[in-house]
Structure formats: structure tokens, C-alpha cells
């Protein structure tokens, strides 16, 4: 597989024959190709498995400690370069790379999670911050520290993320009263809100695409 791999490239491969290439490099002396098909029978996708956390990863046969840590790496280095996409322009020009990232990054997280991207006067990235984490279907917003956060970054504008768990990304009416919220409240203050993203397994939706903002 790795001739294979190296010969014509990653899209040669079934993703139970690349995860069955990595796992090779940290399971020694195994068949790994039943324990790369268990993880997506049980995860169901490969990027659930790569989002999967360690604790659940190793209750998967041949999956240990190690194998578990290397998983999240590939997962970590992934979303970490697809946020180089994105940073290094300005993100109204590379907005499908911004979309994948929410995506990667949100998607399969099991609690709900409230980020902001705030952006300078050229609208490049300034930071990407974790504002509140929450329960299986809640996250606190607080308008007022969103603000004030803004202020302390010198930040123009932003894009608010967040995920549904339940996978749905249809806003809910409290995720549109909330906007809406957050939109008055930094009106007063000349800092443009673009758009607010809701990421879970049935996609991303945008508020802007929407006509929500």
C-alpha cells in the first residue's frame, strides 16, 4: 500500500487502506487492517475517528495509548493547516477555506462551543478564540465580553462559530436572537459582525447565506 500510495497517489487508497497506512507505523507486528476497519465501522467516518477522543479511541482492539496520541496528532496537524489557509489572507477572499476549518475543527465535538474570529481593518485574522464551551446543546454567549474582547484585540470586525452536537446546523431561534444581540452591541462601537457559522455533521450554515444577518 505505501508503493501504492507513494506511486499514485493518497486518492489510490480507500480510507480504511490510509488509515491502515498510518496505524502500520505505530502498531508493530499486527494485521492492522482489522483494527483501520473497526475504527470506522465504530466511528463511522474518518474524520469522526480522527476527532474521536483517546479514551474512546483505545476502547477499539489494538488501539493503545500510542496509537490513541497519534490519531489526535494527525487530527491536530490537519486542522492546523487548513487554518494556515485561511490566516494568511484576508478571509472574505479564502472563505471555502475558512468553511473547512470550521468543519474540521467542530463538527464532531460532543459538547457545544462558542468561538470568535476576530479580524483587523484588512479583515486578516487577528485571533481565533474559544469564548464558552457548553453542554450537548448549550453554550453561554455573553454579548458584553465578545465586546470587550474586541475592544482588546483592536479588532474591526469578526465571525462568530459555534456547533450544533445534535449535527443539525439549522440555527435555532435563541442562535438568531443571540446575533442579533451581539450585532446591537457591537454596532455602538463600529465593529461589523460578517457572519455568524453553525458547524455539525450535516455541514456548515452561514447566517449571511441565510439572509439571518
Known amino acids: 500500500m505505501r508503493g501504492r500510495l507513494l506511486a499514485r497517489g493518497p486518492g489510490a487508497l480507500d480510507d480504511y487502506e490510509l488509515l491502515e497506512t498510518l496505524l502500520f507505523a505505530f502498531i508493530p507486528r499486527r494485521d492492522v487492517k482489522p483494527i483501520a476497519k473497526a475504527l470506522l465501522k465504530r466511528f463511522g467516518s474518518l474524520s469522526a475517528t480522527l476527532a474521536a477522543e483517546p479514551k474512546d479511541l483505545k476502547q477499539v482492539d489494538g488501539i493503545g495509548e500510542n496509537a490513541a496520541a497519534y ?10 493547516a ?7 489572507r484576508p478571509v472574505i477572499s479564502s472563505w471555502n477555506a475558512l468553511m473547512a476549518y470550521v468543519r474540521q475543527s467542530l463538527q464532531h465535538e460532543t459538547r457545544e462551543q462558542f468561538r470568535v474570529v476576530f479580524l483587523d481593518r484588512k479583515n486578516q485574522l487577528i485571533a481565533d478564540e474559544v469564548m464558552g464551551h457548553g453542554t450537548v ?3 453561554p454567549v455573553y454579548p458584553r465580553e465578545i465586546a470587550r474582547r474586541a475592544l482588546e484585540l483592536a479588532a474591526s470586525s469578526l465571525i462568530m462559530v459555534h456547533n450544533h452536537p445534535s449535527g443539525d446546523p439549522t440555527p435555532s431561534r435563541a442562535d438568531i436572537d443571540m446575533t442579533r444581540e451581539v450585532i446591537d452591541a457591537l454596532s455602538a462601537l463600529d465593529i461589523t459582525v460578517h457572519d455568524h457559522l ?9 447566517f449571511k447565506s441565510a439572509g439571518l444577518i
Open 137 to 139: 446543546d448549550h453554550a
Open 71 to 80: 490519531l489526535k496528532a494527525v487530527r491536530e496537524l490537519h486542522q492546523r
Open 198 to 206: 453553525i458547524a455539525g455533521s450535516g455541514g456548515v450554515t452561514s
Open 82 to 88: 487548513a487554518r494556515e489557509e485561511f490566516a494568511a
